[in-house]
């Protein structure tokens, strides 16, 4: 039983690596053409499947301990993805708050990674904040569409979809990420269906931000087109 959740956790493994990489190759043609936030999203969706890809290799190949490369994204993945959120939701005055925001979790993580998690676990501490901080920059855009109420019905708007899809998968990463630790060291469970879980959470999140890309794109090509 235990082998055949590991073969379906190989699996779905590649499967996100492949979903991960579908809305960055729709976004990477014209790129100095997107808006800012759409940029900073091609650069988190690239470092997200670089540091898949390579601790993928790591693992299934060199046998090499994944989470030396995760730590690239756990280091590097906030100061991507904050940006986004900033141009999305597009109030300055988050701009000060969001600085903040990053320098404490930088010093979290590498304090994590040094004296607390070390550098060869998984950081499931930094992992839970990172959902947290990314689930509030959420609620923040979804706040800011309430009160705004665009005129355009709200399945036609590109963010809409792209922070659903960061929202969906974060929400249920931060519960995975909370447990983890205790599952690991309280009850010694290898976490097969967890992560099983936590890859279909993924593929949710990256399913919902290639409908976004999508809507982003037909849009500039309408746009485009009208010129």
Partial sequence: ?????????????????????????????????????????????????????TS????????????YINHLFRLFGIALISPFFYYAVGWRRIKKPLIFVNLIYLVFVVTNLLYIQKIGEINTYT????????????????????????????????????????FLSYAGKFVIYTVTQYMTEIQGDKLEVVWIFHNILTLIGYSLITIGVYINRRSESLTTSAF
């Fill in 56 to 67: 993928a290799i790591f693992y299934d190949l060199l046998e090499i301990n994944p989470n």
């Fill in 1 to 53: 039983m235990e082998s055949s959740y590991l073969q379906v956790l190989t699996i779905l493994t590649y499967v996100v690596l492949v979903a991960n990489l579908v809305p960055f190759l729709i976004l990477v043609p014209g790129f100095s053409r997107h808006r800012r936030e759409i940029r900073w999203l091609t650069a988190f969706l690239a470092l997200s499947f670089f540091t898949d890809l």
């Fill in 127 to 166: 992992q839970a904040l990172l959902s947290l901080i990314i689930l509030a920059l959420c609620i923040t855009f979804f706040y800011k569409l309430l009160k705004e109420l665009p005129a355009q019905q709200i399945h036609k708007l590109a963010l809409f979809w792209i922070v659903s899809g960061f």
